[in-house]
């Protein structure tokens, strides 16, 4: 199983990233993927939930309204769209893998997650 995230860069407040997290080594149907962020000094958080077949997404607090998700089956990608991007999402992003179905009070928990990628820095300056 291969998680690889790709999009992070330098950008200033109100722009927007892509994220890309290519997958390789499992059935991508059968997978939920979240995109997790952890910036310096602060726990790690999970940031979006795009579960298997789709059937749902989930949102953190911080990012409703100005983050998608979305996972491209022929690609075997999954995608965060960042928009509104503020100092505050200042983090490395990874994408993380696991086999079972989340729901609004699981989504969020790392350790249920057997499968991570390396991360990609997001800077957005003030």
């Known amino acids: 199983v291969q998680l690889v995230e790709s999009g992070g860069d330098l950008v200033q407040e109100g722009g927007s990233l892509r994220l890309s997290c290519a997958t390789s080594?499992?059935?991508?149907?059968?997978?939920?993927v979240t995109w997790f962020r952890q910036a310096p000094g602060k726990e790690r958080e999970g940031v979006a939930c795009?579960?298997?077949?789709?059937?749902?997404?989930y949102y953190s607090e911080s990012v409703e309204g100005r983050f998608t998700i979305s996972r491209d089956y022929a690609k075997r990608t999954v995608y965060l769209q960042m928009n509104g991007l503020v100092p505050e999402d200042t983090a490395v992003y990874h994408c993380?893998?696991?086999?079972?179905?989340?729901?609004?009070?699981?989504?969020?928990?790392?350790?249920?997650?057997?499968?991570w990628g390396q991360g990609t820095q997001v800077t957005v300056s003030s």
């Open positions: 795009i579960n298997l077949s789709e059937r749902s997404t």
């Open positions: 993380a893998a696991g086999l079972r179905y989340r729901t609004e009070r699981t989504w969020n928990l790392a350790n249920d997650y057997p499968y």
């Open positions: 080594g499992f059935t991508f149907d059968d997978f939920s």
